[in-house]
């Protein structure tokens, strides 16, 4: 219970500042036909305001994220076919009919690479992205193409907070999940906020980002995802 309690302390300090904390999602509606396939078409990470950069600095620190997201993209799609038929990323990377739908984002995001490919973003605005927003065509579109029932699209915001009562500075990750069908409605969408474990900094220093340390992001990344996945699990069943 306490140290619940203390991340609790950790995520509300953070909370106001972050982007995802300040944007309503699309309304969710139940699926019109059965979702037996589904297909991850876009994954992104953004380091907000550079908060993961740290003792590392802004380029290492991306090249260490950019690093992790091809085992984040392997495991999300493996928990995924754990709840669903999936067409895995690496049979329509290429496609361009997937790649012409891709759009430059507002923000500044990092995706996986398959085969020497980005994996696509769908959605142009900061509202857009930071809801994992798709419009109905898009959605309607990639369901089509890709020969599935739904789309998946995950965005996760990487940042530090520091706590109140004990100021220590810990990794911070807020994923956002949705789900959209081939009728173009947005049938899920769920975001879960998860603190990392280990201790990155004191209060008076930077964080400390290398190697070992941003795995810390990358655990917080998966526990966030292993709640949303499980409520998707339910609601699509």
Request: aromatic residues 6%; hydrophobic residues 45%; positive net charge.
């Amino acid at each position: 219970m306490l140290r619940h309690n203390l991340q609790l302390l950790f995520s509300y300090l953070l909370l106001p500042l972050s982007l995802v904390a300040c944007v309503t999602a699309a309304p969710v509606q139940k699926s019109s036909a059965p979702i037996n396939r589904i297909a991850l078409v876009s994954l992104s990470v953004n380091n907000w305001a550079g908060m993961v950069s740290g003792t590392a600095g802004d380029a290492k620190a991306t090249a260490l994220i950019n690093g992790m997201l091809d085992g984040l993209l392997t495991t999300t799609e493996y928990k995924l076919a754990s709840i669903k038929r999936i067409n895995r990323v690496d049979n329509f990377v290429g496609n361009a009919n997937y790649r012409n739908m891709s759009v430059v984002s507002e923000l500044k995001l990092m995706s996986p690479k398959v085969n020497g490919a980005a994996v696509a973003n769908f959605a142009q605005s900061e509202e857009e992205v930071i809801t994992a927003r798709l419009a109905p065509e898009t959605a309607k579109r990639l369901c089509s193409q890709l020969q599935v029932d739904a789309v998946v699209v995950v965005y996760s915001e990487w940042a530090s907070a520091q706590g109140s009562f004990v100021p220590t500075k810990r990794a911070l990750v807020k994923n956002v999940v949705s789900v959209w069908d081939r009728s173009g409605n947005q049938v899920f969408f769920k975001r879960v906020d998860e603190m990392g474990e280990g201790v990155l900094g004191g209060p008076y220093s930077p964080i400390v980002v290398n190697e070992g340390t941003i795995k810390q992001w990358g655990s917080a990344y998966l526990k966030s995802l292993d709640q949303i996945l499980a409520e998707m699990k339910n609601t699509l069943s």
